[in-house]
């Protein structure tokens, strides 16, 4: 199957880098503004080949500046794109209008029009269309999603997750478009929503309601550097979440809980691998070694998109986060609790919202 990138950055290099390891997959053709960073994502993919295939080879790779002229490319098939924040929504939706199968970075959309719109338009022509949660492949995750829908933990009484993450002020100034709300958003869409989502996941619920707030404690964005809420997800289970791009460097943490009737899982680390809480009648997931997801991801459209059958990432079922996360920037707006799921919301609005 034959894969475009769409954004150059450290994320499409690291997409091309996954892409060159899975049997399958091509990757035919690059796109960006720059050509210094079109030549890179090239060449790592290129390394990569040859570094399994352990043999040399002339890989032609397709270097485009402008976009639009991949989608009318007959030989692209799939559409990764990695753009900043902001560009999502609509390459996603020139793609799939142009008959191409779609992975997009998180968050999808920065609206829940556009994000619906989206999806409608995927199952409309009949196109895959997934958000890159890639946590979702993590072996150790899913035997625990597994042991959670056995009753396991018996009646889930409470699910809470916490970030510490540092995201200096030098970052920030490197891209003039993150943290803003036109572009990005601050740390629930950039940082959380993966954690977010994969609270969710594990114990497939639903939300209902938020209360939440958004700070700016110390780093010199439009957006918030730190958010907490209560979220009520189905059924009358209360999920609590701390996020925050203000730790020092050296106490940087991430971690979910998950308390039940019968027990408790803790778990933490960038890939949530350390187990700090194992109170739970079932065997201890094998943690300790963590192979890529990203390979586990791209095997998985390739079926879905091969096999017409869902996928661990489809589009459709990655909303809750931004139900989340959107419900949170209301809530500290209209300073209330909110019902969710949301009618409307786009992140533009918040441009309004002064931080106290």
Same mark, same amino acid.
């Given at each position: +199957?034959?894969?475009?990138?769409?954004?150059?950055?450290?994320?499409?290099?690291?997409?091309?880098?996954?892409?060159?390891?899975?049997?399958?997959?091509?990757?035919?053709?690059?796109?960006?503004?720059?050509?210094?960073?079109?030549?890179?994502?090239?060449?790592?993919?290129?390394?990569?080949?040859?570094?399994?295939?352990?043999?040399?080879?002339?890989?032609?790779?397709?270097?485009?500046?402008?976009?639009?002229?991949?989608?009318?490319?007959?030989?692209?098939?799939?559409?990764?794109?990695?753009?900043?924040?902001?560009?999502?929504?609509?390459?996603?939706?020139?793609?799939?209008?142009?008959?191409?199968?779609?992975?997009?970075?998180?968050?999808?959309?920065?609206?829940?029009?556009?994000?619906?719109?989206?999806?409608?338009?995927?199952?409309?022509?009949?196109?895959?269309?997934?958000?890159?949660?890639?946590?979702?492949?993590?072996?150790?995750?899913?035997?625990?999603?597994?042991?959670?829908?056995?009753?396991?933990?018996?009646?889930?009484?409470?699910?809470?997750?916490?970030?510490?993450?540092?995201?200096?002020?030098?970052?920030?100034?490197?891209?003039?478009?993150?943290?803003?709300?036109?572009?990005?958003?601050?740390? +629930?869409?950039?940082?959380?929503?993966?954690?977010?989502?994969?609270?969710?996941?594990?114990?497939?619920?639903?939300?209902?309601?938020?209360?939440?707030?958004?700070?700016?404690?110390?780093?010199?964005?439009?957006?918030?550097?730190?958010?907490?809420?209560?979220?009520?997800?189905?059924?009358?289970?209360?999920?609590?979440?701390?996020?925050?791009?203000?730790?020092?460097?050296?106490? +940087?943490?991430?971690?979910?809980?998950?308390?039940?009737?019968?027990?408790?899982?803790?778990?933490?680390?960038?890939?949530?691998?350390?187990?700090?809480?194992?109170?739970?009648?079932?065997?201890?997931?094998?943690?300790?070694?963590?192979?890529?997801? +990203?390979?586990?991801?791209?095997?998985?459209?390739?079926?879905?998109?091969?096999?017409?059958?869902?996928?661990?990432?489809?589009?459709?079922?990655?909303?809750?986060?931004?139900?989340?996360?959107?419900?949170?920037?209301?809530?500290?707006?209209?300073?209330?609790?909110?019902?969710?799921?949301?009618?409307?919301?786009?992140?533009?609005?918040?441009?309004?919202?002064?931080?106290?």
């Amino acid at each position: +199957m034959n894969f475009a990138i769409i954004g150059c950055g450290f994320i499409g290099k690291k997409h091309a880098e996954h892409l060159a390891k899975v049997k399958g997959c091509s990757l035919v053709a690059v796109s960006d503004i720059y050509e210094d960073k079109m030549e890179e994502v090239m060449q790592a993919y290129k390394k990569q080949y040859e570094h399994i295939s352990n043999q040399h080879h002339h890989i032609e790779i397709k270097q485009v500046k402008q976009y639009r002229s991949l989608l009318d490319d007959k030989e692209v098939e799939v559409i990764i794109v990695a753009t900043s924040t902001g560009f999502h929504e609509k390459i996603a939706h020139l793609a799939l209008s142009h008959g191409k199968h779609v992975i997009c970075e998180k968050p999808l959309a920065l609206s829940l029009s556009e994000a619906t719109k989206l999806i409608s338009l995927a199952k409309k022509k009949n196109l895959y269309f997934g958000v890159c949660y890639q946590k979702r492949y993590l072996s150790h995750l899913n035997e625990v999603k597994q042991i959670i829908a056995n009753g396991h933990l018996g009646h889930i009484i409470n699910c809470q997750m916490h970030l510490y993450y540092n995201r200096n002020d030098e970052y920030y100034r490197k891209s003039d478009w993150r943290g803003t709300w036109e572009q990005d958003g601050g740390v +629930m869409l950039n940082q959380a929503i993966h954690n977010i989502d994969m609270v969710t996941w594990l114990v497939e619920s639903t939300p209902t309601s938020v209360l939440g707030k958004i700070e700016k404690r110390k780093r010199k964005i439009e957006a918030e550097d730190t958010a907490f809420s209560i979220v009520q997800l189905e059924p009358n289970i209360p999920f609590y979440f701390y996020a925050t791009v203000c730790s020092a460097p050296h106490a +940087m943490h991430e971690s979910i809980s998950i308390l039940g009737t019968s027990g408790r899982i803790q778990l933490s680390g960038k890939f949530l691998n350390h187990v700090d809480v194992w109170d739970v009648q079932a065997s201890l997931p094998r943690c300790n070694t963590v192979h890529s997801p +990203m390979i586990m991801l791209y095997e998985d459209v390739i079926q879905s998109i091969h096999n017409k059958q869902p996928s661990k990432i489809d589009a459709d079922t990655t909303l809750s986060s931004l139900h989340i996360i959107f419900g949170t920037y209301m809530s500290a707006k209209k300073q209330k609790k909110i019902t969710l799921p949301l009618k409307h919301f786009q992140l533009h609005d918040m441009k309004s919202f002064t931080f106290s």
